[in-house]
């Protein structure tokens, strides 16, 4: 946890950026329904049945030193999609020689998921660009990137 609050103490760095990183399911639901139409004075009402549509997988990443970001979703969160992003992600810090990228321990969060999804060159060079940050098991609150998933599941995802 020490390290994580140092890393974020530090100035900002273009060469070198900060970047959180994580990955949150998104149900997709819809009225099984339909809602009630408002009327003035009236709150809305809506019914507690839904219908199940699947669900998806919200890539995100930002950089809480610029406001920079960076979202993608995807069908799964594998390694695949990890790897997918992580290459948008070089991409879009191009300038940086090492994104130092915050992120939880899950399983699939490291540079062989490079290798088993990219050519061996690409993904050498992307490996070399990242340097892993990981949260504690009990402190993934303090990873960033929390704060706008928090943002977008109260504003974009109700």
């Known amino acids: 946890m020490e390290q994580l609050l140092w890393l974020y103490a530090q100035p900002y760095d273009p060469l070198h950026p900060v970047v959180c990183f994580d990955e ?29 549509h699947g669900s998806c997988a919200l890539l995100a990443a930002v950089e809480p030193l610029t406001g920079k970001r960076l979202a993608a979703v995807y069908p799964r969160r594998t390694q695949k999609e990890y790897a997918l992003f992580c290459q ?11 994104i130092r ?20 060159e690409e993904a050498f060079a992307l490996a070399q660009k990242f340097e892993f940050v990981y949260t504690s098991k009990s402190a993934s609150w ?8 928090s943002a977008i599941a109260r504003q974009c995802l109700n």
């Open 24 to 52: 949150r399911p998104c149900f997709l639901i819809g009225e099984a329904v339909e809602p009630l139409p408002l009327q003035a004075g009236q709150v809305a009402k809506e019914h507690y049945a839904y219908t199940k």
């Open 88 to 98: 948008a992600m070089g991409a879009r810090w191009p300038e940086a020689k090492t």
């Open 101 to 120: 990228l915050v992120q939880d321990n899950l399983n699939t969060h490291n540079a062989s998921a490079f290798y088993q999804y990219l050519p061996a």
């Open 142 to 149: 303090l990873n960033m990137i929390e704060i706008e998933f």
